[in-house]
């Protein structure tokens, strides 16, 4: 149950039936539940959320003569099963509200990590997200609590409104790259900063890389010319999902791909649009030599020209 959950009664099996288009819904001019009206167009439902009526399992009534809708609550709900993951979507991510960025993945029963995820809150904390349980599906989801503190985070499941998100900047955290971790089992969420030297950074982008072209996904200096980024959601569907590696955090030129006839992970160094054209546009694209989408450890090695992908999930 849930205010905005509901229901209709079609008089034809097939709903575009245009020969018979009635339904029988509440009676919007009703103020107790059950009252039943026929309608041909509209969006007048049943919906039990707004009269009180709590989740369970009901027998249900229709009587036509009465034009009552009756509901007799005989039991609770089975237990619904955890998610085996949790969709992250909001504007603080480079992402965005798009389901194709980094997900929070099952580390065990109950508990979901993400690491490395880049964030920023605006500029009075009012830049945040939302956790979904299921793809494409808008009306379940997990958000903070009103009495949630920097330090207890404390998390509730959302069916009935959209307002609630998790909003770190107004619990005083900065814009950073942070480690999620989600407790189901507690409704708790941990936000572990990490330090990233952005002035040594490479940068990342390609429509492989969870915001697409639209932003950077940063690969942290790891020691003499090598450079590792951990926990990234990439995307290999099609053989057209490339990326580029660019050395700096922010800057276009020059930038790391390969050649299409060279072994997976065999590096060139593009320094200017000539030599680009010159190659072909060399992204690395890793569908072409068999690797699935998934969650990933990038590293790149200058001292050996290669870049390594080991899958994590």
Not at 68 to 89: I, V
Not at 101 to 128: C, H, P, S, W
Not at 185 to 202: G, V
């Amino acid at each position: 149950m849930s205010r905005n959950n509901g229901f209709k009664f079609y008089f034809s099996r097939n709903v575009n039936d245009t020969d018979d288009p009635r339904f029988a819904a509440q009676d919007l001019s009703a103020e107790t539940f059950g009252k039943i009206a026929v309608y041909k167009s509209g969006e007048a439902q049943f919906q039990p959320g707004s009269f009180g009526y709590e989740n369970g399992v009901y027998d249900i009534e229709v009587n036509l003569d009465t034009k009552l809708l009756t509901l007799t609550r005989t039991g609770d709900l089975p237990e619904a099963p955890l998610p085996e993951q949790l969709y992250l979507l909001g504007g603080c991510f480079t992402w965005g509200w798009t389901w194709d960025g980094t997900q929070l993945a099952k580390a065990e029963e109950g508990i979901y990590r993400a690491r490395n995820i880049d964030m920023t809150f605006g500029d009075n904390g009012d830049v945040g997200f939302k956790m979904f349980t299921e793809r494409d599906n808008w009306g379940v989801y997990y958000a903070m609590t009103d009495d949630a503190t920097a330090d207890n985070i404390s998390l509730q499941l959302v069916t009935d409104t959209d307002a609630p998100q998790v909003y770190p900047g107004k619990l005083g955290y900065g814009k950073g790259v942070y480690d999620i971790e989600v407790n189901l089992n507690t409704m708790k969420m941990t936000l572990t900063a990490k330090s990233i030297d952005y002035s040594t950074a490479y940068s990342m982008t390609g429509e492989a890389t969870p915001g697409g072209w639209e932003s950077r996904t940063y690969l942290p200096k790891k020691g003499d010319n090598e450079w590792e980024a951990t926990g990234v959601a990439m995307n290999f569907d099609g053989d057209y999902k490339g990326f580029k590696i660019f050395a700096s955090s922010d800057g276009w030129w020059p930038w790391y791909g390969q050649t299409p006839d060279a072994p997976f992970g065999t590096v060139i160094r593009i320094d200017d649009q000539a030599t680009s054209d010159a190659k072909g546009d060399p992204q690395f694209y890793p569908s072409r030599f068999g690797y699935a989408s998934g969650t990933y450890t990038i590293n790149l090695n200058l001292n050996t020209m290669t870049l390594t992908l080991t899958k994590e999930n």
